[in-house]
């Protein structure tokens, strides 16, 4: 079972008391982790003169207010034995989000997700994209009006990749499952790239041929998948296990309509590490209506580490 530490909320200039950091707090509850909550303030141009009247800096005013403005924000889940961390970093938001990661070893962060200004339909917003593809950590975009706790968890899995990423998908998937008696789908959509040439008049090969290769290919697929889900105590003819074939965005928002966590890696097969979102991870999180838990492979090096 995949266990956090130690979290990161980042508020992201949020001052009203959300869902989402009810679920942090649940969370660390839940897994006895240290929770920081952070947010990241401007950097105001140095006015000496103005610094010396008011007797303190602009910049320390900036500070002061918005620790206060957290300190608010948590007061909700203030209780005898829980300790919550507060924290104020100045400069770009998902810079000192990553950075502050990297240096004090978080494990999870998690933020509700701000949409771009008048398009409310899309989950993600510019610093949410950052985060999911610089952060070394998995990130959590939690979309507000899903349920707490959770009802239905999508893990969405590649077996076929090399990049290890889908054996922490399903246990982060299974375990967050488990932990709020969310019911679990594992999803792998398999596709044979070559049929649709193969079967075109063009090119001359017996159907019975390519239908062969076909059922070859879907073999090797229910060979790996099943190698995974061994040790979670599935295979591909378990209920909760949809192996389809098709394209992988269509059949992944499909599968997602009444979710309401994806679990999914962000890196694609053929990516670059620390640098793009594969394009099949980037659809999907533009387009569905459930929160995302992205994660990325062991071999993932953070550009601004």
């Given amino acids: 079972m ?26 660390a509850d839940d897994n006895k982790a240290r929770l920081t909550v952070v947010d990241v303030i401007d950097q105001y141009p140095a006015d000496l003169e103005l610094e010396r009247r008011l007797g303190f800096t602009i910049n320390q005013l900036l500070h002061d207010s918005r620790l206060e403005d957290l300190m608010t924000l948590i007061e909700p889940h203030q209780q005898e034995g829980r300790l919550i961390y507060t924290q104020i970093l100045t400069g770009i938001p998902f810079v000192e989000v990553i950075q502050t990661v990297i240096h004090n070893g978080f494990d999870l962060v998690i933020k509700a997700t701000r949409p771009p200004e008048g398009l409310t339909d899309r989950l993600l917003g510019s610093t949410d994209l950052h985060l999911l593809r610089k952060c070394p ?48 789908k594992v999803l792998h959509s398999w596709n044979f790239t070559a049929e649709s040439t193969l079967r075109g008049g063009l090119v001359r090969i017996p159907a019975v041929e390519v239908d062969r290769m076909v059922l070859e290919e879907k073999n ?19 209920p909760a296990v949809h192996l389809i074939k098709g394209m992988a965005v269509p059949n992944i928002l499909a599968a997602a309509e009444d979710a309401d966590l994806i679990v999914m890696g962000t890196v694609g097969r053929t990516g670059i590490p620390g640098l793009f979102i594969g394009n099949t991870a980037e659809d999907v999180m533009q387009n569905t209506q459930a929160s995302i838990l992205a994660v990325k492979p062991d071999c993932f090096r953070s550009p601004l580490a």
């Fill in 2 to 27: 995949k266990r956090f530490k130690n979290i990161l909320y980042f508020a992201d200039g949020a001052s009203e008391p959300c869902d989402t950091l009810a679920r942090a707090v649940n969370l």
């Fill in 137 to 184: 950590c998995p990130v959590w975009i939690d979309r507000p009006g899903k349920s707490l706790p959770y009802n239905r968890v999508l893990a969405a899995v590649d077996p076929m990749s090399e990049l290890g990423e889908a054996r922490l998908i399903l246990d982060l998937a299974t375990s967050l499952a488990d932990n709020v008696n969310a019911d679990l």
């Fill in 220 to 238: 090797n697929h229910i060979i790996q998948f099943d190698k995974l889900l061994e040790g979670y105590d599935m295979s591909t003819e378990h």
